[in-house]
Every structure is written in C-alpha cells, then in structure tokens.
C-alpha cells in the first residue's frame, strides 16, 4: 500500500470515529467496552481494506464491525447476558434498511449526546477537553498528551478518572432539555475554542504537533456547526477559528512572532477565509449576536483588509464596544484601546489603556502595547521602560525575542 | 440511582430568629415537595460541630477527641438521601435545597456495591 492510500485511511479513521464511538456508547451502555470495540474494529479494518479498498459507507462498516467486536469482548466477561440483551434491544429498535445501522437522524442524535456528555460541567474543564479530543476527535492519548505539554500517563490518568465518573457519578447520555441547553451549548463551545488556543499559542515551528490542535478544534467546530445549525454562536466559533487560522503561515517567521501589522497578507489562505466569511454572514443572518460572532466579524475585518493601513478601525472599534459591553474583560478593554490608537489617535488609546492599568500590571501585553502606542507617540524613553517591563513579565521564548527586537529598535 | 446530598454551611455566620424561621420553612417545604415525589429515602440534620466527638481506634485502642475543628470553614450540616434518574436529575434537586442558595451542597452517588461486583 501507497503512503497516500495509508493516509486516506486515516483519515477516514478520524472523521468517522467519533460518530461511530457516538453510537457504539449508546448501543452497550459503556464508554470504554464502546472505545475497545471501535478500536479492535479499526485494526479489523486496517487490514481489510488495504486489500479490497475503503468500502462505500466506511462508518456504517465500522459500526457493524465494532458491534460484533463489542459482542465477542461481552461475551469473556461475567453476568453478560443482561448486557448482551440490552445491546441487541438497542440494535432493533435502530429503525433501518440496512443491518440494523442506525437511520441518519440516529448517528447524528448519538453524535450530539456524546458531545453534551463528554462536556458536562459535572466534569473538570481539562477532563472534558482530553475527553472530547479522545472520543470524539478520535485522537490517542499520547497525541492529546503532546498537545497539552503534560505526560501521556497524566493524561490517560485524566481520561480514566472522567470516564470513571461518568459511569459512576451517572452523569447521563443525552442533550439537554431546552431549559439547560443555552448554558450547555456554550460550555461546548468554550471547551472547543479553548482546543484552539491550545494550538494558536503554540504558534512556533517546533511547536507544529501543538498546532494540529486548531485544526482539531476546527474539525470539532465544524461538525457541531453541522449538528446545530441554528446556534448562531455556533457557527460563529466556526468562522472566528477558521479565520485565525488562515493567518497561520505569516504569523511567524523562522520562529519569532510577526504581528499582524508586519505580517505578508499574501500568505494568508484566501479561500479559507471567503469561506469562513460566509459562513459569518449564515451566523449573522440568525440573528442571535454573541461574543464568538462579534470576535469574527472582528477577525473578519481584518482578514479582508487590503493592507493593515486601509483597516476599518472605526468599524473593529465599535464591535469591540459591543465585545466589552456583552462580555466585559481585562483583555477585551485592552484590545479596544488598540482599535481606538489606530482609529482616534495613539493619544487616544493611551487613555483608554489607563483603564485597565491595575488590572493587567502583570499581563506584558499591556506593557507592550502601551510601549508600542508611546513608540508611535516618540516618547522613547517611556516606551523603554514599558518594553523592559513586558520583557520581565514575559517566560515565553518566542514572545521574549520578539520584545527583546522591538526594545533594541528604539535604543 | 441513589445520590446522598451534604449539605455544608458555615457556622460562624449568625442568623436572625427571622432568617431562622424562615430557612426552617424553606427546609420544610422542600422536604414536602422532595416526599411527594417520592424521592426522599431521609434524611437528618445534625446538631452544631461543637457537639462532635471523633473517635479513632488505634493498636486496639480507642482514642475520643473533641471536634473535628477543621480548618475549613464549611462543616457538614445535614443530609439527605433521594433516588433520581441520574446526575443531572440529583443536581437540580440540589438546587432547590436551600442549604446551596448560603452554602454548599455536595452530590455524591452512593456506592454500587452490586454493580461494583459485576464489574470485577
């Protein structure tokens, strides 16, 4: 077999995985019985297809043949029968034409169930990322363990424990009622974006496994977008991912960070972000404005602007008045002074940056930022001292060069 | 399944005798509405932490301490114990115990020992 057929397998593995977790869970009651079984099935597979091809309906194989992997692991274990017989119950009533394979509607409600479990606020917030990115995003523990900079032995601890509780605690299978689903959908979304930042922060070469996580978080984002797609805030996580990321290729260069306004806009993925913006504009339309919406449309403008110079910072100014009135933030207001330097004056951004100047003393983005209106301002030996003050409060390596080039400008 | 809901308070905080009479109704009515459910298996409160005595046995013998005074500031109150369908179910009936609208209430399952069996 070819390296690219290989890859065409795995990929197949990973976009069908967490659908088909999704329904094996519901159908044998169990997160790991149903985890084993997949994954026996996707050895089964491995081999079966490298010699007769992917077949048509990958999932649907998959599903059968975790199925029958699930039975045989039942079968060794003591008191099965109770089991076995809930399984084939839940088997017959999946109403379908072929083999007993759930109906569509099915896989997606499993899918959907599987997403409100493993993101249940009963469940730590590092517990429900490591779960999601297992089950659903259909990554091994020692890959999510690379991404999170922790040990895979932590991180199967983690994974362990949550799924213990699920069990044991009796956390449930299902989507929420309406009444809960507003706070649960959003719970959703903040373990996603927070897959992505993961990754977006981790913006350097050596860095690349990490940054695989916002491709993740964007699979991830997508198919929910897919599952609901009514939830404008939804939809808008998608576009504010799919945005940022489209900026990955000017964000560095040979490891230091270039801000956006130095960075080489031809090497921005333009067909990324035209989809990304419609995909904005369908959010919009739904009319239920939210912070992920406004944080794209945001990302949106920049994105489309010809040059950093010709940017409508009146237009970013205003949505991030409206970012801070919804979700007022240390670093939202920080971000607004910037957009109101570029929009009304560095004077003007100055003034608004004292705002929040207790509150971010130990952020150095505030120092920086301030260091780089008072630069445009020429007042020098201010901006020296706000540079070596971000450099200080600074342990990243990267961000550190990259203020440590910015001060020896001036000096 | 059954949940055992503990209900922390801080017993430093002092109440009025209004307050009082008034979280003596609250707690009433929720046992009321928690019985006609028919998911209250019972429940107790207990007496202040002054009153505690911990006992622990020790090569055969028996060593009585007065207290716990931990150095957290919650102690356990009183409890119940329900039979709900699952987490979510116990969660929210933890909501309307009024020991979570001052303190806090902690949701525990109650050990398996059956199921806990079958899975061996």
């Given at each position: 077999m070819t390296q690219t057929e290989h890859e065409a397998i795995e990929r197949v593995f990973r976009s069908e995985y967490g659908r088909v977790v999704a329904t094996l869970i519901r159908q044998v009651g169990d997160f790991d019985l149903a985890e084993d079984a997949v994954q026996d099935a996707v050895i089964a597979a491995l081999s079966k297809w490298q010699a007769?091809?992917?077949?048509?309906?990958p999932g649907a194989w998959l599903t059968t043949a975790a199925r029958r992997k699930a039975i045989d692991r039942l079968r060794r274990?003591?008191?099965y029968q109770e089991k076995l017989a809930r399984l084939e119950h839940r088997v017959r009533t999946d109403?379908?034409?072929?083999?007993g394979e759930p109906v569509d509607t099915q896989v997606h409600d499993d899918q959907l169930r599987l997403i409100f479990t493993c993101c249940h606020p009963a469940l730590a917030m590092e517990a429900q990322v490591a779960l999601t990115l297992k089950?659903?995003?259909?990554?091994?523990t020692a890959e999510i363990a690379r991404g999170f900079l922790t040990s895979e032995s932590t991180m199967a601890q983690r994974i362990v424990r949550a799924k213990r509780k699920i069990k044991q605690a009796g956390i449930p299978y299902r989507v929420p009622p309406d009444a809960q689903l507003p706070d649960r959908v959003d719970a959703v979304l903040a373990v996603i974006y927070l897959i992505f930042n993961e990754g977006y922060s981790a913006s350097t070469g050596d860095n690349l496994v990490r940054r695989e996580l916002c491709s993740d978080a964007i699979r991830l984002g997508a198919a929910i977008g897919a599952l609901m797609p009514d939830e404008a805030e939804a939809l808008g996580l998608s576009a504010l991912m799919q945005l940022n990321h489209a900026r990955r290729d000017a964000r560095t260069d040979r490891g230091s960070v270039v801000l956006l306004e130095h960075q080489d806009r031809d090497l921005w993925h333009r067909d990324e972000i035209e989809t990304a913006s419609l995909l904005l504009d369908r959010a919009i339309r739904l009319e239920h404005p939210g912070p992920y919406q406004i944080q794209a449309a945001i990302a949106a403008l920049h994105s489309n602007a010809a040059a950093f110079t010709v940017t409508d910072w009146e237009q970013i100014r205003a949505l991030y008045d409206r970012l801070h009135n919804l979700r007022p933030s240390p670093v939202v207001a920080l971000n607004r002074a910037v957009a109101i330097a570029m929009a009304d004056g560095s004077e003007k951004g100055l003034v608004a940056l004292e705002e929040v100047a207790t509150e971010l003393a130990g952020y150095p983005w505030y120092h920086s930022s301030r260091a780089e209106l008072l630069l445009r301002l020429e007042r020098y030996d201010e901006a020296t001292v706000a540079f070596r003050l971000a450099i200080s409060l600074t342990n990243n390596r990267d961000s550190r060069s990259f203020l440590e080039e910015r001060l020896a400008l001036i000096s | 399944m059954k949940y055992a809901l503990l209900i922390y308070s801080d017993p430093t905080v002092e109440a009025s005798p209004e307050d009082m009479a008034k979280t003596m109704e609250d707690y009433y009515n929720f046992t009321n509405n928690i019985n006609e459910r028919g998911i209250n298996l019972g429940g107790e409160a207990l007496d202040a932490i002054e009153t505690a005595t911990t006992v622990r046995v020790r090569n055969d013998e028996t060593l009585t301490t007065d207290?716990?005074?931990?150095?957290?500031?919650?102690?356990?109150g009183g409890f119940y114990l329900i039979d709900v369908a699952d987490l979510d179910a116990a969660v929210a009936v933890a909501a309307e115990?009024?020991?979570?609208?001052?303190g806090s209430v902690e949701v525990r399952p109650v050990w398996d020992f059956e199921n806990a069996q079958q899975a061996e």
């Open positions: 007769s091809g992917v077949p048509k309906n274990q003591t008191n109403q379908s034409a072929e083999h089950t659903l995003g259909g990554l091994s | 207290g716990p005074f931990a150095e957290t500031k919650e102690v356990l115990l009024p020991g979570s609208w001052h």
